[in-house]
T-cell receptor, first 115, second 114 residues
């Protein structure tokens, strides 16, 4: 079982809807990440939070809005998405960003389909 | 055999064979490298890592080789089993703006035939 939990596992939404993806970890990690993964492609980094502050935004469109309410939770708010935003959205965590290179722990993702 | 093209590279092997999956990385300053396994419907799972001051590291049935001269990484899986069927990604970790950020390679699909 993964130590990073993502909900929901699947989400179908229309282009005018507002929804949120949720991610939770209880490993005491202080770095959390959102990735987008299209079929047969590697994960693409979207956002990185370090100690609950947004550290990296990889030029992601504003229709994606991340939020880190506390050290265990990471949300991704979605609004007015486009069909090309359909993908697997992965959350990951690591101990921190600056204390040396280290592996990330991934959740199993939310499969998002935009109608 | 292995096929590489516009789509995900695929390696097909027979159960019991040894598998070798290759990865070329881009940043000669990368400090650390990781191999992840991603099964269908799952997120990437850590398999093995290696630091840039090493050229080989062994785990259980897996070995990672690092050739910094040609910026090449490989994952060797011994006695491949059907449960090893998955997509394998290499990731390089480099220091950028004070943070250690991963960059994923394009991935290889491993298919193990019983």
């Amino acid at each position: 079982d993964t130590e990073v939990t993502q909900t929901p596992k699947h989400l179908v939404m229309g282009m005018t809807n507002k929804k949120s993806l949720k991610c939770e970890q209880h490993m005491g990690h202080r770095a959390m990440y959102w990735y987008k993964q299209k079929a047969k492609k590697p994960p693409e980094l979207m956002f990185v939070y370090s100690y609950e502050k947004l550290s990296i935004n990889e030029s992601v469109p504003s229709r994606f809005s991340p939020e880190c309410p506390n050290s265990s939770l990471l949300n991704l708010h979605l609004h007015a998405l486009q069909p090309e935003d359909s993908a697997l959205y992965l959350c990951a965590s690591s101990r921190d960003l600056t204390g040396g290179p280290q592996p990330q722990h991934f959740g199993d993702g939310t499969r998002l389909s935009i109608l | 055999g292995e096929s590489v093209g516009l789509h995900l590279p695929t390696l097909s092997v027979q159960e019991g064979d040894n598998s070798i999956i290759n990865c070329a990385y881009s940043n000669s300053a990368s400090d650390y490298f990781i191999w992840y396994k991603q099964e269908s419907g799952k997120g990437p799972q850590f398999i093995i890592d290696i630091r840039s001051n090493m050229d080989k590291r062994q785990g259980q049935r897996v070995t990672v080789l690092l050739n910094k001269t040609v910026k090449h990484l490989s994952l060797q899986i011994a006695a491949t089993q059907p449960g090893d069927s998955a997509v394998y990604f290499c990731a390089e970790i480099s220091l950028s703006g004070g943070s250690y950020i991963p960059t994923f390679g394009r991935g290889t699909s491993l298919i193990v035939h019983p």
